[in-house]
């Protein structure tokens, strides 16, 4: 049995950038409205022909440098999206051809917005098994074109980003490594947050394209509702699991999907805000990359640093949801 340390991590966000202003022109909203309701200013939208390799490519060759790494070294690439390049082959194909990692195993994770956490907890069972020693961890996603941009409550919530983990089997006595996750999917809610048209169900034709069935489509009340629930119970028993009080935890990195459900789910654990890692207002929700671009952004402003424990909570289309405790 071996434990699991973080060894770099990075991120990166498009050029191209959205702002609320921009979207007033295009849909009844505000800028007031979307920063008081979700806390969001501004999204970033990959240009024209940048696949979601693109993103996840330059998020790995950052997180790659940080552990002082190279492709030579990743044993294994699991990417978290649903918004991959093609629907076949693997997005992490892909990455793995710009990488240049020969042969290591490369698969997508869908898991919607809870990608992230659900492929670092699959990463961390391979090495605690000893089947591999390093591998890369992604989530990323260009979410705009499957956003209906004439419809104001969910075109203003998502944008594009990537974020990626190195992680590595941790020397014997090393204390910073992933210490446990919980995850959970809860089936009732499947049809909360739906991309009907393109799989078996719904065949693409004219017709469903006409229909807009190719955009997301979703109950943000409900949502936002089960959100709260969802990832309070996985903290609740990560923490009870760990026999960790939530004083303990230097930083909370939530889901960033908008800043009152972040808001809600620490009000739960009377953990206060200043320890929680809100980057939302810069990108607003890129799904399965919103926890390592947070993430990263925080190492790299020096927030989160080597020794502290972090509690990473997620929860997405489903309804799945998680949460993972790590000392960095
Ligand atoms: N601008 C102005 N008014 C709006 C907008 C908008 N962009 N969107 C909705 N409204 C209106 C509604 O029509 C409604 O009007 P009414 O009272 O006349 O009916 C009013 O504002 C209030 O609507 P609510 O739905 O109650 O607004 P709420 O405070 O719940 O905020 C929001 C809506 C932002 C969508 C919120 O519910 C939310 O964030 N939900 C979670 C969504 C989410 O996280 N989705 C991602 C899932 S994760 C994943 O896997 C990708």
């Known amino acids: 049995m071996y434990q699991t340390r973080i060894a770099g991590t990075g991120s990166y966000l498009p050029e191209r950038v959205l702002t609320n202003f921009d979207l007033e022109k295009l849909v009844d909203t505000s800028d007031q409205w979307i920063r008081e309701r979700t806390g969001i200013e501004r999204r970033h939208m990959a240009a024209p ?34 918004t991959g390049d093609q629907l076949m082959p693997s997005t992490a194909c892909y990455l793995q051809k710009k990488l240049g990692c020969a042969k290591t195993p490369a698969f997508d994770l869908a898991a919607a917005c809870s990608g992230f956490v659900y492929s670092l907890t699959i990463a961390e069972h391979f090495i605690r098994a000893g089947t591999y020693k390093t591998i ?71 017709e469903i394209l006409d229909q807009g069935g190719h955009y997301m489509k979703m109950k943000g009340r409900e949502i936002f509702k089960n959100a709260v629930q969802t990832m309070s119970a996985c903290c609740e028993e990560t923490l009870k699991q760990n026999n960790v009080k939530a004083e303990d935890i230097s930083w909370l990195v939530p889901h960033q999907a908008n800043f009152r459900i972040m808001e809600a789910v620490a009000e739960r654990f009377g953990f206060p805000l200043e320890k929680v890692v809100n980057i939302v207002h810069e990108m607003g929700n890129t799904s399965a990359a919103t926890i390592p671009v947070a993430f990263d952004t925080a190492v790299r402003d020096g927030r989160i640093k080597r020794g502290q424990l972090i509690l990473l909570t997620t929860f997405g289309a489903g309804l799945t949801a998680g949460s993972m405790l790590l000392r960095y």
């Open 49 to 82: 022909g940048q696949t979601t390799s693109d993103l996840a490519y330059e998020a790995s060759q950052r997180a790659l440098k940080a552990a002082n790494m190279s492709a030579d070294d990743i044993d294994m690439i699991i990417f978290g999206t649903v």
């Open 136 to 206: 890369l961890v992604v989530g990323a996603e260009v979410l705009h074109n499957f956003v209906n941009y004439k419809d104001r409550e969910t075109c203003i919530l998502f944008g594009d980003g990537a974020g990626a983990f190195v992680v590595t089997r941790a020397e014997k006595n090393d204390a910073n490594v992933i210490l446990s996750s919980h995850l959970m999917s809860v089936a009732s809610l499947a049809d909360l947050l739906v991309l009907p048209a393109g799989g078996s169900k719904q065949p693409i034709t004219h």
